[in-house]
């Protein structure tokens, strides 16, 4: 009788038990399809968006070509560039970089700024006014793939960027030009108001081989010990530095600075024309070395700054 009890009671322990999880298993059909994810399976989006992006029909087969030197998805992940953020690019030239960050800014929540000409300087020449107007036109055309890009003053009078705004900012080879002209003080102080404390502050550039820096950079390479210290000196932390752009083939002596690699691919000194031209100079070693070796550097705001 006892065995018979004991059999009884296991029994409905079973049953209760079996009934529990089928009550548990009907909650868990039953929670909303838009629940959200783990953060670990949201990643691959992000890095789905920046391929994306990378790999876009919008970007020219030029630009696309030259992906093989400055490794864009590596340096990228390399900076920290993440989804949502507000992202600042400063002097970007012509777009080779933009096409990818207000592409990638769009597609996951983030805004793109770039600088551009500063519009308030009343010296500023007829063609930097036209050549802005055309820039910003090429982003207004395609607002499905870039969304709403802005852009903020900049250049040699201008006022201080948007205060405690942007969470990235990328400086891409244009260090030599603030040395030329004397603006490295003023233009990293300006990136350092306008980043968020904790903001990235990425920066590629042409690399000198270490030793003493000219401060004019004017073969267009600085050493990295420079970079470095200007950057601390205005107040930034370095993260880390990487080699995802190094070219040990670049000897860094020739003829006419960097410019004589490609893109630029110079034949005769920039004082005889922006297009001047030497077709006898033999250009076969400058095109098998590719583009230049560069530093990439991660530097940051601090996290604790009230600037």
């Not at 820039?135 to 003053?153: I, L, M, S, W």
């Not at 233009?187 to 590629?204: F, Q, R, S, V």
């Not at 010990?225 to 930034?236: C, L, P």
Request: a negative charge; hydrophobic letters at 35%.
């Amino acid at each position: 009788m006892r065995h018979s009890l004991l059999t009884s009671s296991r029994r409905v322990a079973q049953v209760s038990a079996l009934a529990m999880l089928t009550a548990l298993s009907a909650c868990s059909k039953q929670e909303p399809a838009t629940q959200t994810p783990p953060v670990a399976e949201t990643q691959p989006v992000a890095e789905d968006a920046l391929v994306a992006s990378i790999n876009g029909e919008w970007r020219s087969a030029d630009d696309k070509s030259r992906d093989v030197y400055r490794h864009p998805k590596e340096a990228l992940e390399f900076w920290g560039l993440a989804p949502g953020m507000t992202i600042l690019e400063v002097q970007p030239g012509g777009g080779w970089w933009s096409d990818i960050l207000a592409a990638y800014a769009k597609a996951t929540g983030g805004q793109y700024y770039a600088t551009a000409a500063d519009l308030d300087n009343p010296e500023l020449s007829e063609a930097a006014r036209q050549g802005r107007k055309d820039f910003e036109a090429r982003f207004a055309a395609k607002p499905d793939v870039y969304g709403t890009v802005q852009f903020v003053n900049f250049g040699p009078k201008s006022a201080p960027l948007p205060e405690n705004t942007f969470d990235f900012a990328l400086t891409a080879r244009s260090f030599h030009g603030w040395m030329g002209n004397g603006l490295t003080d003023k233009y990293l102080k300006d990136l350092y108001g306008a980043l968020k404390p904790g903001g990235i502050l990425a920066i590629e550039q042409h690399r000198a081989n270490p030793g003493e820096q000219d401060p004019k950079a004017p073969s267009g390479y600085v050493t990295e010990a420079y970079v470095i210290e200007q950057a601390q000196k205005a107040g930034f932390e370095l993260v880390e530095r990487s080699e995802i752009n190094a070219n040990a083939k670049d000897t860094k002596d020739h003829p006419f600075g960097v410019w004589t690699l490609p893109p630029t691919k110079r034949t005769r000194p920039y004082s005889e024309g922006a297009d001047a031209h030497d077709p006898n100079f033999d250009r076969a070693k400058y095109d098998a070395i590719g583009e230049s070796d560069r530093m990439t550097l991660k530097f940051r705001k601090p996290p604790t700054s009230t600037t």
